[in-house]
């Protein structure tokens, strides 16, 4: 059995995220960002005070630029899913799932022995089930595409579901592998949740969530295609160790409450009626 493609992940680089804060922050205090060659209000640049740059000066590094390093090394050896360029932001609209003791004890059951076929294997660092493909927008556009989501996620009400089917995927790429918790209630209100995200991403020019897709929660993950190691008895042992758990049933019936969207390092929330 396998499964479809999981959101691709990507992250911009510290200085791009420390300047779109900066802008975002200007936006939503009604003050012009100095970068986008704007002057306090009521003010007008003074052409005396402007010093022209010396030839020397521009020709010191002709045709080059200055780009982020991306070496996939320092990132456990994953590789990105559309390249970096600056002022471009990595967005993502999901469901967060705050994890409690018990579900770190399952955790503690479950990684383990996935380890035993698969060693490279780690523990995701958070928890989510996503609504939308990563996607790349401008840093000008995430205030505009926030207000957009809100604006669709109003109506919502809150709903439970349940994810507790174990399951194996892997990205479109088969660059990574992930092991999941299957959603198996509450898949129609899910699927409504998207419906409302790919409009807005219609409205900007964006890729929309993935026909027919499987709600889960990711657990672990590790680099390249596992399926062959993962699937078949390994994923049979690791659901019946799910089954048995204490209190399972309850631990993986989820209360949504609110949408979240990440734009950079930027986290916004979107709570449901």
């Not at 590789?79 to 955790?107: K, M």
């Not at 109003?154 to 709903?159: I, K, L, V």
């Not at 659901?239 to 409450?257: A, H, K, N």
Request: hydrophobic letters at 35%.
């Amino acid at each position: 059995m396998s499964a479809g493609p999981l959101v691709g992940y990507s992250s911009s680089g510290s200085e791009d995220e420390d300047e779109a804060e900066a802008e975002i922050e200007a936006a939503t205090q009604g003050r012009t960002w100095p970068g986008a060659g704007g002057c306090r209000r009521g003010q007008s640049p003074d052409p005396s005070q402007r010093f022209p740059v010396p030839d020397s000066v521009l020709n010191m590094f002709p045709n080059t630029e200055e780009r982020p390093e991306d070496d996939s090394a320092k990132h456990g050896g994953r590789v990105r899913t559309f390249p970096h360029e600056r002022g471009n932001w990595a967005t993502h609209v999901y469901l967060p799932y705050e994890a409690r003791d018990e579900f770190l004890e399952l955790l503690d059951l479950l990684l383990p022995h996935a380890q035993t076929y698969v060693p490279r294997l780690v523990r995701m660092e958070a928890f989510h089930l996503s609504l939308s493909q990563s996607v790349v927008l401008r840093h000008h556009w995430i205030l505009p595409f926030v207000q957009a989501l809100k604006d669709r996620m109003a109506s919502f009400q809150r709903f439970f579901f349940t994810a507790n089917r174990v399951k194996i995927y892997t990205n479109q790429e088969k660059t990574r592998t992930f092991v999941g918790l299957e959603v198996t209630s509450g898949h129609a209100e899910c699927l409504d949740l998207v419906s409302e995200v790919d409009r807005v991403m219609e409205e900007f020019d964006l890729t929309t969530f993935y026909p027919d897709p499987s709600f889960h929660i990711s657990l672990a993950w590790c680099v390249g295609d596992a399926r062959p190691q993962l699937e078949g008895q390994c994923l049979q042992e690791l659901q019946e160790i799910l089954d048995e758990f204490e209190d399972s049933e309850m631990l993986l019936r989820v209360l949504t409450e609110q949408v979240r969207c990440k734009s950079g390092n930027k986290f916004f929330s979107m709570p449901l009626k």
